[in-house]
DNA sequence: ATTTACTTTCTGAAATTATTGAAAGTTAAT
DNA sequence: ATTAACTTTCAATAATTTCAGAAAGTAAAT
């Protein structure tokens, strides 16, 4: 079975676009295919559709898995793996923020922590720790945001989407309500 | 006037998170520097900071300035152009942010959209478009939701992110109050 | 118009990363 | 124990990306 000429070109795009969300071309490539295509696939048929080695598909997946993006099926009375997403879209997007924060972030909030640590012992040192700061400060934001975010139910969540630009207004409304402190 | 050691660092780290952000270790090392040094900074002074060639720092330049993330700078009596940090942390966050959207996420939509108006001739093709129709509606929410965020005064913000877990209560809250709907 | 002080562009070399395909590994069936 | 049907690993190669340094470009000062 081949795929289709949009369904194709859906593929190379993630393909292309692979490389920007930590992957590489070919792990894209097969990522797509595998959230299109509604049966579970081989490595082989992976291989076949894609035009690629069956090593370089072993590599993938391994990746794939690392990332936990796809999981392992198996049909009783056949040897081979078969290979399909690990969930629906949302929670692959959001498997997918979640690495790239622990390999961007968290280093670099490490590093961070460290070096504010030191006393500055002149002027530009004093202003480098200043600036440093503000970047800590908004990684320390972004991290701790993210992950009230996904504290929140499904249906809170939904609704905080619908919400759009009233989220000003709710905030607003907030502060009348308890406008003691 | 060269690096402290833990400055260095910093630099270099950024080098390594460079890549990960869409531009080169390079690039990312320019950036840093240029953001941690109190005073703009010649092209001249960047590659003697680096250890890197003029012609490439003049590259790094070019691209810094595609992302707005760098500004310009004469002093009078002066021919040497003087470069700086374009804005404040938060202020190149969000370019980054924005660029990253341009380039990764709409794209994306834009061929979504393209496949999406076919119609299925076949059950295959039916699920494909199922599921890119649903990447296609994570990706309108999260370009939605991160417009809306960026049209909040830094006030309201700064309460949104302050409010953390507490996002869920006042939405059940609102609920609550107009629960006529 | 020339010189001088700079910036940009470009080419090929170097480094890095991705890919193949063959060999080795694994495991179920015979 | 051997074979057959798979998967994984890895060394060699291919493709891509990064980079230095030279050459070309620009424009202020003389």
């Not at 692979?18 to 797509?32: A, D, E, K, L, P």
């Not at 504010?116 to 004093?126: K, V």
Request: aromatic residues 6%; glycine residues 8%; hydrophobic residues 35%.
């Amino acid at each position: 079975m081949s795929l289709s000429e949009k369904n194709f070109a859906f593929v190379m795009h993630c393909g292309e676009m692979g490389s920007r969300w930590g992957f590489n071309r070919t792990i894209g490539q097969m990522c797509g295919l595998l959230i299109i295509t509604k049966n579970p696939m081989t490595a082989n048929e992976i291989a076949d559709a894609l035009s690629i080695s069956r090593g370089n598909v072993s590599m993938g997946i391994k990746e794939l898995q690392s990332w936990q993006l796809i999981k392992v099926q198996h049909i009783p009375g056949d040897r081979k793996e078969y290979y399909a997403p690990a969930g629906e879209i949302w929670d692959m997007a959001n498997r997918v923020f979640e690495e790239r924060k622990k390999r961007e972030i968290e280093p670099t909030l490490t590093l961070l922590r460290d070096n504010l640590l030191d006393e500055a012992s002149n002027d530009d040192e004093l202003y480098a720790q200043k600036q440093m700061g503000e970047i800590h400060n908004l990684l320390e934001t972004v991290t701790k945001w993210s992950s009230e975010l996904q504290r929140l139910t499904p249906e809170q969540l939904n609704k905080l989407m619908k919400l759009g630009s009233g989220i000003g207004k709710v905030i607003d409304l907030k502060d009348k309500i308890f406008k003691k402190e």
